[in-house]
């Protein structure tokens, strides 16, 4: 499956963005779907994902009750709805698939897409 990341961009504390992951080769929902971030000079951690399924998860500690993910199995396509910014979100945020259940670690990821930018000012 290839994985293309989009929607990233330049916005203010406060704004929304909503990030698009959108899947090519493969129908997306045979797949773990997960949203990871990286700051300068941090390592990639994990956002969100949605399972199979269709169950998701959040890292409840940075983003949950700000941050949902979703998926149209017409479009083949995860989302990442991103609300109330904050300038510690900013980040590349990438897009990933997996085989497995439920994984939080980007090594238990199989397949990535290139990262989206996205800047929070304050």
């Known amino acids: 499956v290839q994985l293309q990341a989009s929607g990233g961009g330049l916005v203010q504390s406060g704004d929304s963005l909503r990030l698009t992951c959108a899947a090519s080769?493969?129908?997306?929902?045979?797949?773990?779907v997960g949203w990871f971030r990286q700051a300068p000079g941090k390592e990639r951690e994990f956002v969100a994902s949605i399972s199979r399924g269709g169950g998701t998860a959040l890292d409840a500690d940075s983003v949950k009750g700000r941050f949902t993910i979703s998926r149209d199995n017409a479009k083949n396509t995860v989302y990442l709805q991103m609300n109330s910014l904050k300038p510690e979100d900013t980040a590349v945020y990438f897009c990933a698939a997996g085989r497995r259940a439920l994984a939080t670690m980007p090594d238990q990821y199989d397949y990535w897409g290139q990262g989206t930018e996205v800047t929070v000012s304050s």
């Open positions: 080769g493969r129908t997306i929902r045979e797949f773990l």
